[in-house]
């Protein structure tokens, strides 16, 4: 089961305060059914009293990290997406929090891709991958510079221990 046919029907929330952001992944994902809030409190209400597959979420401006917190609390698989709180700490504590990935938004074009990871993850009973990292790995560090994980060494080496990567995952979606 590859290609786009994993995401057909899936039910995906996005939340973000941006309307091009929003009707971007409206129409990215077309073969999802996609429901969208532009604040914090629309997509509480939404998560609050529908069912999502996954949820998209952004950081700063609709205050994701508070919506990943009830995502998860309901079992929502929940991607963080940011431009403007690409940080170490921001990454950490989304993945401490339970996101299932960390995407900036100038890979919004992929995100297709990490829904998909989820999802195959999911059906191999895979609780924690870290595919996603991986393939953005050479971002962050050109992002956050030599050395950024030493101050958080502890979490990045539980990290690694923990999150699963296979060669057939990232294969089999691209």
């Known amino acids: 089961m590859g290609g786009k046919d994993i995401l057909t029907g899936k039910k995906i929330l996005v939340v973000d305060d941006e309307e091009d952001v929003v009707g971007f992944l409206e129409t990215h994902l077309e073969g999802c059914k996609v429901e969208t809030a532009l604040s914090f409190e629309g997509g509480k209400k939404l998560l609050e009293n529908k069912r999502y597959d996954a949820a998209i979420l952004d950081i700063m401006g609709v205050d994701g990290l508070n919506l990943l917190e009830i995502a998860r609390k309901k079992g929502i698989s929940a991607i963080m997406l940011t431009a403007h709180s690409i940080f170490p700490d921001s990454l950490v504590r989304s993945i401490k929090l339970g996101a299932n990935s960390f995407i900036p938004k100038d890979r919004i074009y ?56 296979t060669k057939d995952d990232v294969t089999e979606i691209l």
């Open 110 to 165: 992929e995100i297709d891709v990490y829904l998909k990871e989820i999802f195959l993850a999911q059906q191999r009973g895979i609780k924690k991958s870290g595919n996603w990292f991986a393939a953005l790995g050479a971002f962050f560090d050109k992002r956050f510079g030599p050395g950024w994980k030493d101050e958080d060494k502890g979490f990045w080496d539980e990290f690694h221990r923990d999150f699963v990567v």
